[in-house]
């Protein structure tokens, strides 16, 4: 079964301090593509970043970037100077290049403290 | 904003009561998804749809239905409710429903089941 495991259940910063969101994933397949979403208490599901998985070089959004390990199938997420504004859950999720669907991790709530 | 929009944004009914939650794409998107989160399953992938076709099924139990119109805005028919039920139902689209396409996300509706 295809899997997406975040094993952070929560986490916690300080303001301007940085934090990195682990993920790890479980498929067979070459072609594929991760994603990282963020949904604050308003529920919205909001895309934070996206990597192919061909491309080696790691995605970078802003204060977000990834650190994306194909052979050991990592992709964490690294919030760079962080904001009030980045507390809410995060999900990890990957999409085969010939699939419909996304496949979500558990979610990882991050707090952050002024 | 992601572009994506859901209706209604709340909604409360009864144990074997029949609802339906109404989504529009983004402008330009042919493919619509359904995804239900709840606390026990996390995010899952119910029923894709492309250009009003069925494309791809996922965890949709049978009393739940989806279409697509040709206006391309989806409506997912929910039915026989159950407690079980209550549950964030998110729609997302994207333009042609590959798998290098970033699903973007409609702000979910609520359902409590009572």
């Known amino acids: 079964a295809q899997t997406v495991t975040q094993s952070q259940p929560e986490m916690s910063v300080q303001e301007a301090e940085t934090v990195t969101l682990s993920c790890t994933y479980d498929?067979?397949?070459?072609?594929?593509?991760l994603f990282w979403y963020k949904q604050p208490p308003s529920r919205q599901m909001i895309l934070v970043i996206r990597?192919?998985?061909?491309?080696?070089q790691n995605a970078t959004e802003n204060r977000f970037s990834v650190n994306f390990q194909k052979a050991a199938k990592s992709f964490s997420l690294k919030i760079s100077d962080s904001q009030l504004g980045d507390a809410a859950m995060y999900f990890c999720?990957?999409?085969?290049?010939?699939?419909?669907?996304?496949?979500f991790g558990k979610g990882t709530k991050l707090t952050v403290n002024p | 904003d992601s572009g994506v929009t859901q209706t209604p944004k709340h909604l409360i009914t009864a144990t074997g009561q029949r609802v339906t939650l109404r989504c529009s794409p983004r402008?330009?998107?042919?493919?619509v998804y359904w995804y239900q989160q709840s606390l026990d399953q996390g995010l899952q992938f119910l029923i894709q749809y492309y250009n009003g076709e069925e494309r791809a099924k996922g965890n949709i139990l049978e009393r739940f239905s989806a279409q697509q119109f040709p206006d391309l805005h989806s409506e997912l028919n929910l039915s026989s409710l159950e407690l079980g039920d209550s549950a964030l139902y998110f729609c997302a689209s994207t333009q042609q429903g590959t798998g290098r396409d970033t699903q973007y996300f409609g702000p979910g509706t609520r359902l409590t089941v009572l």
């Open positions: 402008s330009g998107d042919l493919s």
């Open positions: 498929t067979s397949e070459s072609d594929y593509y």
């Open positions: 990597q192919e998985a061909y491309k080696q």
């Open positions: 999720a990957y999409r085969l290049g010939g699939s419909e669907k996304l496949v």
